[in-house]
Each structure stands twice: as C-alpha cells, then as structure tokens.
Nanobody
C-alpha cells in the first residue's frame, strides 16, 4: 500500500527528494526510516496528517524536510547537504492512528511499510 521512490546516486553535498505514495488512502501518521548496510533500521522523520506535528532524528535535523500532500496521499522527504553516512535504503512507514511524538522513532508503532528506495551518497 506504500510505494517509495526517488532514491539514487548523488555526490556528497547534493540533494534528493524521496516520495512515498499511499494507495487509495490517507494515513494519519507517516514517516521515514532508513537502514544502512550492516546496521539496524533507524528512524529519520515523521509527520502527522495535518502537518501540525513533525519530528526529526538529530542526525538529519536541519538538512532533511518532511512534508505531505494529502490530496495525493503522498509524503515527501527532501534531503539536502547529503553525506556519505546518509547512504541507506529508505523506507516509508504509516499508521492509521496518531503516534505521540515520544514514540515516533519506534518502528513497532507503524503498521504499514513500503518496499524501500536506495540512496547512495558518494564522497
């Protein structure tokens, strides 16, 4: 039900925009996680349906921006000033209900997951 796209190869300092389209529905909470080779899945950012609550991991704060277009059932992740350590498979995740801010980083809070899109940042 979630289709992520927009990954690719970019040089350090460059930008990419990821998209995640939900088929036929608007989820209340949508977020992004990433998993680098050999590492555990890491939370990146989350946004509530109204956009009134947005949260970022410290590692991407100030560089990444999450947004959503509910008319298109799509969430975006604008990634600027990319670093080699941002290299990972990026997954979108969603839940029909509200997730409190203190729990947004927990993968277990999300019920739906996209297939992932690979972002590679070269140095």
């Amino acid at each position: 039900q979630l289709q992520a796209s927009g990954g690719g190869l970019v040089q350090a300092g460059g930008s990419l925009r990821l998209s995640c389209a939900a088929s036929g529905r608007t989820f209340y909470t949508m977020g992004w996680f990433r998993q680098a080779p050999g590492k555990e899945r890491e939370w990146v950012s989350t946004i509530l349906r109204s956009g009134s609550r947005i949260s970022y991991a410290d590692s991407v704060k100030g560089r990444f921006t999450i947004s959503r277009d509910n008319s298109k059932n799509t969430v975006y992740l604008q990634m600027n000033s990319l670093k080699p350590e941002d290299t990972a498979v990026y997954y979108c995740a969603a839940k029909n209900q509200h997730i409190i801010m203190s729990a947004m980083h927990l993968a277990g809070q999300y019920d739906y997951w996209g297939q992932g899109t690979l972002v590679t940042v070269s140095s």
